[in-house]
């Protein structure tokens, strides 16, 4: 029952709003004894090492980009694509329980000067922290508006000195089926990988993020680093970040991998191409009825259009 093929995996999961919303009722009736249940059975190691919910200091208000309400709170932590925790929506909130965030180790290699194993608080703690908001459309055609925490990914870009040969840089999620029970499922090529062209890495508009709402950000989202890329759809903001490669080849991202006819390497938010199997000129906004039309890179155009200048955007899907 669990081991479905990822192509239908994405269509059986464009959640009608009724569903969502019977969703939701059943989300609500069982938050609170599984909370209770998981501070009963957390001793103080347990909670040092998932320190979610935490507020983040010194957090300062970043660019505006959106100007629409922010998804709920409840909403942006407890429906998540996190395939590592299980295929369903709701399933990373459960099973994230016992993740450990620390140590927690950044190797940073290939064509860079400054090569290493960069501890995560040594990425973080330079940084000051920004507060950005942005709309996040994932490519099953639903969207939230997120206020996200994080600094530019150019930050540390710069930080390791890529060399002049490099031109994309490869990501790794995390590679651990003991602690991410959705990872003994073959739903998709292990470890999650995701690529950038290095400017559109540059770009001011990428981050990293390592919290939302002014918290430390909750494992369901991808702590304790993971990419926001909001020009893109959503898959492209890979979560639990252990590894930054810069290589001279365009990477095979885990989606390219499973379906190259689906998915493409620029995965920008389009809503004049289709996916094959659906529209993306349309996206339910998480919380809302009516659907909305979706805007061309995510609304952000202006800033990220010329990226693209010149490409084939029907072929560069
Ligand atoms: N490692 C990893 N990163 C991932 C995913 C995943 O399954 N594994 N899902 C992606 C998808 S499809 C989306 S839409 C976003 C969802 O991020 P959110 O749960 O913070 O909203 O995470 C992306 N990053
Ligand atoms: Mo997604």
Known sequence: MLIKRAPDVRSSEITDESLYLRRREFLQAAAVPVVAAAIAGMGPEARAAAPQDDPLPNVRKGVV???????????VTTYNNFYEFGTDKSDPARNVRSFRLRPWTVKIDGLVNKPGDYAVDDLIKPQQLEERVYRLRCVEAWSMVIPWVGF???????????????????????????QMPGQRVS???????????LDEAMHPLAILSVGLYGKVLPVQNGAPIRLVVPWKYGFKSIKSIVRMRFVDRQPVSSWQASAPQEYGFYSNVNPEVDHPRWSQARERRIGEFLKRKTLMFNGYADQVGSLYAGMDLKKNY
């Open 65 to 75: 980009t959106v100007n629409e309400p922010w998804t709920p709170y409840e909403d």
């Open 187 to 197: 739903v998709l090529k292990w470890p999650y990988v995701e690529g950038l062209r």
């Open 152 to 178: 530019s990914l150019r930050d540390v870009i710069k930080r390791v000195e890529p060399q002049s040969g490099a031109t994309f840089i490869e990501f790794t999620t995390l590679n651990d089926p003991k």
